[in-house]
């Protein structure tokens, strides 16, 4: 596998917790601010003291009630799932009470689970706290200047997170160094496959119309990154501040995006086709 170094790279494919934004903004603000909110925000916002997997009041916004509904169901499936292989969870009722399912989303949260609707339920109480000026988001100084560096030299930038697309737009959205969404072409969760499976890095080239050996995925982490290398990827580790010990392989190593070095641009492509997916995850700018 050839390095970011002396290899075309084409598209910048980014982690987010300890590659953009310290470990320390999502484990000891975000991660707080959705536990204790949790409770308040399925209160209300959901349609009755019941979580329903029938037909929604005719009040509701249709959109947003079947999106409740395709969570709730998502989390009475993991939740089967959790008790079928012997972990215990907080039972489920069908269908739920707000009680039950505050202990099930608790329950995950203490396992740090990149579940699926749990990223879903962060990032909508994220959202709220954002709107409410309760939350600001953060990157490290240096990732707006690589943002506008590698727009510069005409790099596809991209963000691979567990987080939900949703929670992904607004952290970034809502940076103390403006809005920083501009730069950003795709954005990819959980819905297109878990990070230390090689599969979900071939489906992101397959979105982006890549070839796996013109991105460059950048983590903290590096189960993540042997996963994306398996895929064909170039692979860098990001060892910032706070972030675990890794243990020493084959990916390059930087402490900052000042230290990635300017990407060669090899000869223009055409631009990629305008991604789509069933579920709207992701989209071209």
Same mark, same amino acid.
């Given at each position: 596998?050839?390095?970011?170094?002396?290899?075309?790279?084409?598209?910048?494919?980014?982690?987010?917790?300890?590659?953009?934004?310290?470990?320390?903004?999502?484990?000891?603000?975000?991660?707080?601010?959705?536990?204790?909110?949790?409770?308040?925000?399925?209160?209300?916002?959901?349609?009755?003291?019941?979580?329903?997997?029938?037909?929604?009041?005719?009040?509701?916004?249709?959109?947003?009630?079947?999106?409740?509904?395709?969570?709730?169901?998502?989390?009475?499936?993991?939740?089967?799932?959790?008790?079928?292989?012997?972990?215990?969870?907080?039972?489920?009722?069908?269908?739920?009470?707000?009680?039950?399912?505050?202990?099930?989303?608790?329950?995950?949260?203490?396992?740090?689970?990149?579940?699926?609707?749990?990223?879903?339920?962060?990032?909508?109480?994220?959202?709220?706290?954002?709107?409410?000026?309760?939350?600001?988001?953060?990157?490290?100084?240096?990732?707006?200047?690589?943002?506008?560096?590698?727009?510069?030299?005409?790099?596809?930038?991209?963000?691979?997170?567990?987080?939900?697309?949703?929670?992904?737009? =607004? *952290? +970034?959205?809502?940076?103390? $160094?403006?809005? !920083?969404?501009?730069?950003?072409? @795709?954005?990819?969760? &959980?819905?297109?496959?878990?990070?230390?499976?090689?599969?979900?890095?071939?489906?992101?080239?397959?979105?982006?119309?890549?070839?796996?050996?013109? =991105? *460059? +995925?950048?983590?903290?982490? $590096?189960?993540? !990154?042997?996963?994306?290398?398996? @895929?064909?990827?170039? &692979?860098?580790?990001?060892?910032?501040?706070?972030?675990?010990?890794?243990?020493?392989?084959?990916?390059?190593?930087?402490?900052?995006?000042?230290? =990635?070095?300017?990407?060669?641009?090899?000869?223009?492509?055409?631009?990629?086709?305008?991604?789509?997916?069933?579920?709207?995850?992701?989209?071209?700018?």
């Amino acid at each position: 596998m050839m390095s970011p170094h002396n290899m075309d790279v084409r598209t910048v494919l980014l982690d987010i917790e300890g590659t953009t934004t310290p470990i320390d903004f999502v484990y000891k603000v975000l991660f707080p601010y959705a536990r204790a909110h949790a409770r308040d925000f399925l209160a209300s916002h959901l349609p009755s003291d019941k979580l329903q997997l029938v037909e929604p009041p005719a009040a509701a916004d249709p959109d947003w009630s079947e999106d409740i509904k395709a969570q709730v169901a998502a989390f009475l499936r993991e939740n089967s799932e959790d008790r079928q292989r012997g972990l215990e969870p907080p039972s489920l009722p069908q269908p739920p009470d707000p009680d039950s399912l505050v202990a099930y989303v608790f329950w995950l949260m203490d396992r740090d689970r990149k579940s699926t609707p749990l990223k879903w339920l962060q990032g909508k109480i994220w959202e709220d706290g954002y709107r409410m000026g309760e939350l600001r988001g953060q990157v490290f100084a240096d990732v707006p200047r690589a943002f506008e560096r590698w727009r510069a030299e005409g790099k596809q930038i991209c963000i691979f997170s567990s987080g939900s697309v949703l929670a992904q737009k =607004i *952290l +970034f959205e809502n940076t103390e $160094a403006g809005d !920083l969404t501009p730069y950003i072409d @795709a954005h990819f969760d &959980t819905n297109i496959g878990a990070k230390i499976e090689p599969a979900s890095y071939t489906r992101i080239a397959d979105a982006l119309g890549r070839d796996p050996a013109e =991105i *460059l +995925f950048v983590s903290d982490l $590096a189960t993540e !990154l042997d996963s994306a290398r398996s @895929a064909g990827m170039m &692979t860098t580790l990001c060892v910032r501040p706070g972030n675990p010990p890794q243990p020493d392989g084959p990916h390059s190593r930087v402490r900052t995006f000042d230290e =990635i070095p300017e990407l060669a641009m090899g000869p223009q492509s055409a631009p990629s086709p305008t991604l789509k997916s069933r579920s709207n995850q992701w989209t071209i700018s």
